[in-house]
């Protein structure tokens, strides 16, 4: 899949595992994904060494690539075969970890002595049965600092508003826990909770209201809400690895409050921040370069006990084996009853009337 904060610490916590824990002198890193283990792969897999790796963790970005798209999970099973692999290590989100099922399903049809197991990795916090995934902090402590300027600029404007768009395709958590971070969002708009647009109460009218009596507003907005005012534009379809291709929401609310203001004769100042790929091609901050260590460490030891077809996930204080079947069955999302988003509206002081009932 994408990029993610923490890829090579995760890398390097295994491959130092492997070798320093276990005595393991062949680690391969198969390149670009999954389209590495393809009949055609667009590069022949790496060997890793502890020497290798030792300061990759300091970069951002994977020292092995990425991709999207689907492969022929059989030519994908003979790749491993090919190279006598014993534990293939997969790091991905949802889509990874069902292709990850997948392997291990065709690996158990074969009878051969494989394991696959999934370490998590989505920056959207979105995979059920782990608290949080790496990358999801420094997300969040990176997105504060881009609607710290949000604001700035806001305030330094007559009728200022600061508009910043987030990761957050199907699940509002980096932009919910962003707005908290930094105490100066107005409005929150996530995909869990549709809001209204135009009309009475709308988040137009709220928006209008607001510059009346502070001249000033902060925004942000996930990726992923607010789609349905969208529908019939383009893009459509899906992207290579099956997901939905989104409108994009962050351009979209820009023009509308441009144009809405412009039609009473209101000015304002609109200035727009999408910082999504300088977020996610940085390094891990320290609270995700601990758990990359720890869940590259818990991986290993799995793998190593003769554990697959599972993921490493992290519940009550606890690193948990899940089942990928179980990891994937349900996307994980911001509850609109629960304490977070509660926070959240009192955090912000939006109105319970922008929200769709």
């Keep these: 899949g994408g990029l993610c904060p923490g890829l090579n610490d995760v890398i390097r916590s295994l491959v130092r595992t492997l070798a320093f824990s276990y005595g393991v002198d062949r680690i391969l890193g198969f390149r670009y994904g999954y389209a590495g283990l393809g009949a055609n792969p667009p590069a022949e897999p790496r060997l890793l060494?502890?020497?290798?790796?030792?300061?990759?963790?300091?970069?951002?970005?994977?020292?092995?690539?990425?991709?999207?798209?689907?492969?022929?999970?059989?030519e994908m099973v003979d790749t491993l075969v090919r190279h006598d692999v014993g534990i293939l290590f997969t790091i991905g989100g949802d889509g990874t970890l069902r292709g990850a099922g997948a392997l291990q399903e065709e690996i158990a049809r074969r009878n051969l002595d494989i394991a696959v197991v999934g370490v998590p990795k989505t920056i959207d916090n979105d995979?059920?049965?782990?608290?949080?995934?790496?990358?999801?902090?420094?997300?969040?402590?990176?997105?504060?600092?881009?609607?710290?300027?949000?604001?700035?600029?806001?305030?330094?404007?007559?009728?200022?508003?600061?508009?910043?768009?987030?990761?957050?395709?199907?699940?509002?958590?980096?932009?919910?826990?962003?707005?908290?971070?930094?105490?100066?969002?107005?409005?929150c708009l996530v995909p869990e909770v549709p809001f209204c647009l135009d009309g009475e109460g709308g988040f137009l009218e709220v928006l209008?209201?607001?510059?009346?009596?502070?001249?000033h507003a902060v925004i942000v907005v996930a990726e992923g809400a607010g789609q349905e005012y969208l529908e019939g534009t383009a893009p459509s379809g899906t992207d290579a690895s099956g997901n939905v291709k989104l409108h994009d929401i962050g351009v979209f609310l820009r023009d509308r409050i441009k144009d809405h203001f412009s039609t009473r004769g209101t000015p304002v100042t609109v200035k727009y921040f999408d910082p999504s790929y300088a977020i996610r091609s940085l390094p891990a901050n320290a609270f995700d370069s601990a758990l990359c260590l720890a869940l590259g460490q818990h991986a290993v030891h799995a793998g190593m006990a003769g554990k697959t077809g599972m993921m490493v996930g992290y519940w009550n204080r606890h690193f948990t084996h899940v089942p990928f079947a179980l990891a994937t069955g349900q996307r994980k999302q911001l509850e609109p009853q629960g304490q977070l988003w509660q926070h959240v509206l009192g955090c912000t002081g939006q109105p319970e009337s922008l929200f769709k009932r």
């Design 49 to 74: 060494t502890p020497a290798d790796i030792e300061q990759i963790h300091e970069r951002g970005g994977t020292v092995l690539g990425s991709s999207r798209g689907r492969c022929d999970i059989g």
């Design 127 to 187: 995979l059920r049965w782990t608290v949080r995934t790496f990358g999801f902090t420094t997300a969040v402590t990176e997105a504060r600092d881009v609607i710290v300027a949000a604001h700035n600029e806001a305030t330094g404007a007559w009728n200022g508003i600061g508009l910043v768009k987030l990761m957050g395709r199907h699940s509002g958590f980096v932009a919910a826990n962003a707005a908290l971070a930094s105490a100066d969002v107005n409005y």
């Design 208 to 215: 209008e209201e607001r510059l009346r009596h502070h001249q």
